[in-house]
């Protein structure tokens, strides 16, 4: 790759740090990525016809807001780590938990890392999948806030 004629342009929430890598496609095509880095600090490699098409002005973490706008850092990650101790000491996957469930493996992933609070219904999909109670998954905090005379 010659130059870096992008580097440091902005594409939404994406700045370009620097040329990536090229491919060459089975049809002949090249195609061009650039090193970029979304306003959420991930780091990534992407397309450049999606850059300058428009399709590409996110890592993605746009999508993982909760209805009220919450970034995803700000949310709780208590939930998701218990859901994922939950898992693990039951000893299996996440992609079987997501057969029990009836919810996907992206679902299960999301919630598990604290970018996503699962709804109610998917909350008591997946702790009757894991056969576990409220108190297993609770946080700290909330559990205090039960106990609480008052």
Known sequence: ???APL???RFGRLTVLGPGREQVDLD???RRYWRTRCDCGTEGLVLEENL???????CGCRGFRDRTGTEPELLSP???SALRLARKKA??????LARCSGLSRQSIVS??????LPSLPSLLRLTEALRIGPEEYLGKEARE???DPR
């Open 1 to 3: 790759m010659t130059g």
């Open 7 to 9: 580097e440091g342009c």
């Open 28 to 30: 002949s095509r090249r």
């Open 52 to 58: 300058l098409s428009g399709r590409s002005r996110s």
């Open 78 to 80: 208590d939930l998701g």
């Open 91 to 96: 000893g299996i996957s996440q992609q079987a």
């Open 111 to 116: 919630y598990e890392q604290g970018r996503v």
């Open 145 to 147: 806030d039960d106990s």
